[in-house]
């Protein structure tokens, strides 16, 4: 975190906040992940953690353009692809 010297409390409490709520997300995102490669692996798909695929459609790599997979098929945003967080 950012140093907070010379922050009011009201921007020190906006900012905890905001690090809290973000700290609760990652957790989410990450155990999200978890739960989507194992239905991934489950199925047979590919599970390399190095790999970039697709959690929401076979798409086989994010092909990233304005934060969006480029490719017909897909086209979602970054988070529907492995590696996001
Ligand atoms: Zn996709
Ligand atoms: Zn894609």
Do not use: W
Request: hydrophobic share 25%.
């Amino acid at each position: 975190m950012q140093p907070t010297y010379g922050l009011t409390d009201a921007e020190k409490k906006a900012y905890a906040e905001n690090e809290a709520d973000l700290s609760t997300l990652e957790e989410q995102l990450r155990s999200f992940d978890k739960v989507a490669n194992s239905r991934l692996a489950a199925i047979g798909r590919r599970f390399d953690p190095d790999a970039q695929y697709c959690y929401r459609c076979p798409c086989d790599q994010y092909e990233g353009a304005s934060s969006r997979c480029a490719r017909d098929t897909c086209g979602h945003s970054r988070t529907g692809h492995h590696g996001f967080i």
